[in-house]
């Protein structure tokens, strides 16, 4: 088991500088510039928006704390595609998911920005394990979810996200259900008992089970465009991920001949083909993948 690994399997998070060398930061942050400059116009509708934590995101609010999508051809910012499938990138998914090229699955990438206007924070929760899930539903479901894994690459100093390092592993303590079971977000998140801030340098990523007991706060003051994707394991992971990924709309522009188009290697060719075949088998197989929290 690599190092990286182990400290992923342990913690249920782990830190990796320089997985962007100095040309891509300047070429991602200029594409983050505009993609981020689209959203607070008006011009980008896939966006979350200030005031709903989870999809469906609506447009109830004109400020927003995240950008949907950035591989999306209509953005037409080929650095994201190229990022999300350089080696740099696929080389640490191998590892800690454990599996070969041949495996892996395209999934979401999406950038976190600061709101322009009003501070927002999301509650304390596991993005896919409802709050109300019984210790018994936590324990099943947690012990599924080996097979993506999603990362936080800032590009510029972020200390938005707070986990508690091991509780990828275990159903919540009677104290820690109790603060993951209110709608609102927390006043002071290290109140969570074994909670730690997160803090990321530019060009530092932080890989993390997403079902690790997380929040994040948003201070609109402090500029933050971090990098959200995520990435499966296809052949292992069968339908465990089906809601988790469909839940955001991907499949619409992902299988659009516009799309193929950008994709220059067979690497990531191959990545869409894998995430198609996810969502026509939850397709032939009647899933109703709805969303999987709600707030
Ligand atoms: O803002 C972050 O770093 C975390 C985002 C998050 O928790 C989520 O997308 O579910």
């Known amino acids: 088991m690599s190092t990286l690994k182990e400290s992923y399997e342990r913690d249920g998070f782990v830190l990796v500088p320089n997985l962007i060398s ?62 999300y499938t350089s080696d740099a990138v696929v080389d640490v998914v191998e590892q800690l998911l454990e599996c070969e090229e041949g495996a892996l699955q395209m999934e979401l990438f999406n950038l976190l920005i600061n709101p322009e206007r009003h501070s927002f924070a999301l509650r304390w929760h596991r993005d896919d394990i409802k709050e109300t899930a019984t210790t018994e539903e936590e324990t099943e479901a947690l012990g599924k979810w080996h097979y993506g894994v999603q990362w936080n690459t800032a590009l510029y100093e972020d200390s938005c996200l707070f986990v508690v390092p091991g509780s990828h592993k275990v159903p919540r303590t009677p104290e820690q259900r109790a603060l993951s079971e209110t709608p609102e977000a927390p006043k002071n998140p290290l109140d969570m008992p074994g909670a730690i801030q997160v803090t990321l340098q530019p060009g530092e990523t932080v890989f993390y089970n997403s079902n690790i007991l997380h929040c994040a706060t ?45 994709l220059t290697t067979e690497r990531a060719n191959k990545m869409r083909e894998r995430l198609l075949e996810m969502a026509r088998m939850a397709d032939e197989k009647g899933v109703d993948v709805g969303y999987s929290l709600d707030g």
């Not at 509708?45 to 934590?53: A, I, L």
Request: some cysteine; proline content about 7%.
């Open 218 to 262: 948003y201070d609109a003051r402090a500029q933050r465009a971090t990098l959200h994707p995520c990435m499966g394991d296809a052949v292992h992971g069968g339908m465990v991920r089906a809601r988790n990924i469909l839940q955001h709309g991907i499949v619409d522009w992902v299988v659009s001949d516009a799309f193929k188009k950008t």
């Open 22 to 83: 100095p040309n891509q930061l300047s070429e991602l942050r200029a594409a983050c510039a505009r993609v981020v400059k689209k959203t607070r116009r008006g011009d980008w509708p896939h966006r979350r928006v200030v005031g709903k934590q989870f999809p469906p995101y609506g447009d109830t609010n004109p400020d927003s704390w995240g950008v949907q999508h950035v591989m999306h051809p209509a953005l037409d910012e080929p650095a994201f595609v190229r990022w």
